[in-house]
């Protein structure tokens, strides 16, 4: 086939820089360039905020007058992309796809999608956007989500970029040479692809890793997603929830307060975070994306393997026999903590009654080895005031040093059981009023050792 023959249109003509013209034939224009938001369609989709960058750049405009600019009347603020300028921006661009660029299209099912306004980002991605020729790094919508805390293709915690270089390389002390602003392009330095920095990703955890890629299928997804009703995402939810041992049970797995559930399945308008659809999914053991889409009739494999995040999942079972190990073996709450990584509100939702004995126990032997240690410390006093007596001094703090042991320190203890002593006997030296708060289990101990020195001395005074 013949190049100039192939795909030519009806009655063209070329010019003479290669270019077909048709009569009658206008190309669509648009106010702003048509960019293309990259990554589109799948979990490394570009987000407005990074799509604003490139298209700035692309216009050869600062970004805060471009967004001005698109923002027109509406309210501009600096670290969230606002309704009105989202939707200027599509009508100046001419790119219907950016609805699918912000989590503002999931805004009639969840809520507060505003995201993340600190800059994180995954350094391997942006320096792998560089291998390809010619391309630019950019920042992924994934990035902005609160709940996604690493990176799911290099399994590494997502970062704050900082500059590495010292201040004298900088270069950026010029006010009329700013450094541009791009995602991926260090603004400190102009470092493509954060290459200045000497910050090292650290390893994510497996439930991170899980959870970033359970996210990565909704932002994938998010075309489909806002075409759904909220009505048939809680229809789903509400058949679920029926088929799981109802909306208590599964409230309780997914460690989540029961009367959000509630409140958001029986008010039309209500609304849940996004953290909550995360942990119903879990318990659920259903996809995310399926789950927002309203169509979930098969347990998804991709939910499967995500494991029990211990700060957020509790397995009702796990938590039940920890805690009856723990009534049996003379264990505390705490211990059952950190054995199964469950908070404290999640195992009183479990079983109040346990929890409560169990805190009960650790109270009642805490007070028991107090009690303990006061008297045996009361005793020590009261020997020491024996003693200083048969010498013929008088008991006080200086005078412990005639004591085997050497002079007692003013802070330990045993100095302020002294104090209390002498006080308790009547020293005058001694001021009433304590600058700090006697315990009630101390004052006990004291007034013991006192009665005891006291009838000991007038049992001495009858005999002679
Ligand atoms: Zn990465
Ligand atoms: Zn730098």
Redesign the pocket.
């Known amino acids: 086939m013949n190049w100039k023959t192939w795909s030519q249109p009806k009655g063209a003509h070329m010019r003479d820089d290669f270019r077909f013209e048709v009569p009658g034939w206008r190309p669509t224009t648009t106010l702003l360039y048509g960019l293309m938001p990259r990554g589109w369609g799948t979990g490394d989709v570009e987000s407005v905020k990074s799509y604003e960058m490139s298209l700035a750049f692309e216009h050869r405009l600062a970004v805060t007058k471009l967004r001005r600019f698109v923002a027109g009347r509406a309210r501009f603020d600096e670290r969230f992309v606002c309704e009105a300028e989202l939707k200027n921006l599509i009508v100046a661009t001419g790119r219907t796809e950016l609805n699918a660029c912000s989590l503002r299209c999931l805004e009639s099912v969840v809520g507060n999608v505003l995201g993340d306004p600190t800059k994180r980002v995954c350094f391997d991605c942006c320096r792998a956007d560089l291998r390809q020729p010619g391309a630019k790094s950019y920042g992924r919508l994934l990035w902005e989500i609160p709940e996604v805390t690493c990176c799911p293709i290099h399994k590494k915690q997502l970062l704050k ?5 010292s201040t004298g390389n ?1 270069k950026h002390a010029f006010g009329f040479l700013r450094r541009i602003t791009m995602f991926g392009v ?6 493509l692809g ?4 000497q910050q090292k990703q650290e390893r994510a955890s497996i439930e991170e890793v899980q959870i970033a890629q359970m996210l990565t299928g909704l932002v994938a997804d998010l075309t489909e997603i806002s075409l759904t009703a909220p009505e048939s995402v809680k229809r789903a939810v509400r058949r679920l929830l029926a088929q799981n041992g109802g909306l208590v049970a599964v409230a309780q797995q997914a460690n989540m307060n029961k009367s959000t559930l509630s409140r958001w399945l029986s008010q039309s308008s209500a609304r849940m975070r996004l953290k909550n659809f995360v942990a119903l999914a879990h318990a659920l053991k259903v996809d995310l994306s399926e789950l927002l889409q309203g169509r979930v009739t098969h347990v998804s494999l991709r939910a499967l393997r995500i494991k029990r995040a211990s700060y957020n999942f509790v397995d009702p079972e796990v938590a039940r026999k920890a805690l009856a190990d723990a009534l049996r073996c003379e264990q505390s709450m705490h211990v059952v903590r950190q054995v199964t990584g469950f908070d404290y509100r999640a195992l009183r939702r479990v079983d109040p009654d346990i929890c409560e004995q169990l805190i009960d126990r650790e109270r009642h032997r805490r007070l028991t080895l107090k009690q303990q240690r006061y008297s045996s410390i009361a005793k020590e006093v009261l020997s020491a005031a024996r003693t200083l007596h048969a010498r013929g001094v008088t008991l006080t703090n200086r005078n412990t040093e005639l004591l085997p042991g050497g002079r007692w320190g003013p802070v330990q203890t045993r100095s302020r059981f002294l104090s209390l002593f002498r006080r308790a006997l009547g020293d005058e030296c001694i001021p009433s009023v304590p600058n700090m708060p006697i315990d009630p289990e101390m004052e006990r101990a004291v007034n013991e050792a006192v009665a005891t020195y006291n009838a000991e001395t007038a049992a001495r005074g009858k005999v002679p």
Do not use: D, N
């Not at 260090?186 to 470092?191: F, K």
């Not at 954060?194 to 920095?197: L, V």
């Open positions: 970029p900082q500059c590495g270089r900088r260090c603004a400190e330095c102009g470092a954060y290459r200045c920095s």
